[in-house]
């Protein structure tokens, strides 16, 4: 067995490892590591290339890996500890796999020899990660990093974008080797073929009421600009998903809203629909099984037509259903943005709805886990200055403000606000810690509801009618209250409480200005 390298001017596998993810366009790397991963952390020292970005808990690396990969559309590469540091960085993975980020997910692992001992930590990295993985590989030489490295950039990057876990044994890592790093990586989507576009055409130019489901890449501005042509050349409706990665919207953008997430509000929005054309999506379908409710969406006969698949090239899919359909100078129907005044009273989800629409910042990016409170904001905000929006994907908790990291890192300049649940925050809090650290420009607001509504509405739609005692014992978190205004205070980020909507709207103006993380407590 190799000795672990100890002269800080050997070459090894991670020095490797770390040069042949900055040759593949890796440079930012969100960091829990331990003991089996110590000679990668010290190739990322020796590294003048790559940022660091220490998290305090799994979850936060690999859901700022997320925020950061929907922003940029390339992958950062996230660092865990053996199967536990990877089982606590699995529930943002899941939400990264749906919202197809490209994620270079890094685990270390004992060296080879060390595995069959059985230590207290061993563990089958492999089963763990390929559930929540689109590829999987392990290293097993340091001559075969940059080969195993170009493969895995690769899988994150080809479409529709995923996670690429790569496991590295400790072995690999800090033996000494002459192999020199690879080089870049480049993945080109796939077009459809011209048989989908001509289907999509004839159902644009036969009988509607018709639907085009944009999803995915379909949802960045360039793709809503053509598809608003499409629109406004057929009469064709558009809608997103409930659950999307990112979109680009507020003022020049083609406005597009959200399918409701309850069933009994989602019905009527898609009732009216003869045909539906898929561009980047799946048909929708309830996000639970409910007694006595339809799992899924569309009015019985609605006939499906796919565009394209999240694996394709969107743009140019519409591009061409746009040229096949004559809408190349159809007038598109843009945003405008309308100032309005924050609203004043007691702080309830319209009022808060109206104080985010007054005060959205040009260029800003809306890190949005807001849950139950915010469900309306999204259409409550469409003629707003220019701004992106990013949605939960997949609905695991734990998201928001780990996501809000990852997108400030990835775009300097803009202010991120992070729109959280109170239940929900406290998944992944210590993002909060990793924001002050790198001192991002986020404005976190806490929607402090003492209860976990989301489950009191789901329990009544499951059709169990009024909890006792103990079900509200599960459903309340009141007692004792969180006090978030005291929690970012021990992270290191400054906060303030909100119980009117003039408190709130003075708060967000005063966050925005200065550069830095602010929380606020909006208590409800």
């Given amino acids: 067995m190799d000795a672990p ?14 040069e042949s993810l900055l040759g593949a366009g890796i440079d930012v790397c969100f960091a829990n590591p331990g003991t089996s991963e110590m000679h990668f952390v010290g190739g990322l020292d020796r ?25 940029t559309r390339r992958p950062a590469a996230t660092l865990l500890h053996l199967g536990p540091g990877l ?9 990264a796999r749906r919202a197809a980020s490209p994620v270079v997910n890094i685990v270390g692992d004992h060296a080879s020899y060390h595995l069959d001992l059985d230590s207290p930590l061993t563990t089958d990295i492999d089963a763990v990660a390929a559930p929540f993985s689109a590829w999987v ?24 974008g995923g996670v690429a876990t790569m496991i590295l044994p400790g072995e690999v890592s800090w033996s000494a080797t002459d192999t020199r790093p690879g080089g870049t990586v480049a993945v080109t989507a796939p077009k459809v073929d011209e048989a989908a576009v001509a289907a999509a055409a004839d159902v644009l130019r036969g009988d509607g009421p018709n639907l085009v489901l944009l999803a995915g890449d379909a949802l960045l501005a360039d793709g809503l600009a053509i598809a608003g042509r499409i629109a406004a050349a057929t009469g064709a409706d558009l809608l997103a998903p409930t659950h999307c990665p990112r979109i680009d919207r507020g003022a020049g953008r083609v406005p597009v809203l959200r399918i409701p997430y309850p069933v009994d509000q989602a ?32 009015p019985e006969g609605c006939a499906i037509t796919r565009l394209a698949g999240n694996d394709h090239d969107l743009a140019d ?18 945003a405008v943005h309308e100032p309005a005044a924050a609203p004043r009273g007691p702080l309830n989800p319209d009022t808060i709805a109206g104080v985010l629409a007054a005060n959205i910042p040009e260029d800003a990016i809306i890190a949005d886990e807001s849950i139950t409170t915010g469900r309306a904001f999204f259409q409550a905000t469409p003629r707003t200055p220019r701004h ?36 929900s925050a406290m ?6 810690w990793t924001q002050a650290r790198e001192n991002l420009d986020v404005t976190t607001v806490i929607f402090a509801n003492r209860g976990y509504q989301i489950l009191k509405g789901e329990m009544k739609a499951t059709g169990y009618g009024e909890p006792g005692r103990k079900a509200r014992d599960m459903l309340e978190i009141d007692r004792p209250a969180l006090d978030f205004v005291s929690l970012a205070k021990g992270m290191g980020v400054e906060g303030a409480r909100a119980e009117t909507a003039e408190a709130l709207d003075d708060l967000m103006k005063q966050s925005l200005k200065r550069p830095g993380p602010f929380l606020i407590e909006a208590v409800l």
């Fill in 317 to 334: 899919a519409l591009a061409r259903l746009a040229d096949a359909v004559g809408a190349g100078n159809a007038t598109l129907p843009l």
């Fill in 87 to 95: 089982a606590n960085g699995l529930s943002n993975l899941h939400n």
């Fill in 388 to 423: 992106t929006w990013l949605p939960g994907a997949s609905g695991s908790l734990g998201i928001g403000m780990a996501m809000a990291a990852g997108a400030a890192i990835a775009s300097p300049g803009r202010r991120v606000i992070s729109l959280e649940a109170d239940g």
């Fill in 427 to 432: 998944y992944a809090p210590q993002a909060l």
């Fill in 137 to 160: 590989g392990r290293c097993t030489t340091p001559e075969g990093i940059p080969a195993i490295t170009a493969e895995a950039v690769a899988a994150a990057l080809t479409r529709p």
């Fill in 47 to 71: 590294s003048d290339g790559m940022r660091c970005v220490l998290c305090l808990y799994e979850g936060v690396a690999t859901g700022a890996a997320d925020g950061y990969a929907r922003m």
């Fill in 5 to 18: 390298t100890t002269d800080r001017h050997t070459y090894t596998g991670a020095d490797c490892l770390v």
């Fill in 267 to 298: 019905l009527p929005v898609l009732a009216k629909y003869r045909h539906v054309i898929l561009v980047g999506g799946k048909e929708p379908v309830a996000f639970f099984a409910y007694p006595d409710k339809p799992g899924r969406l569309l």
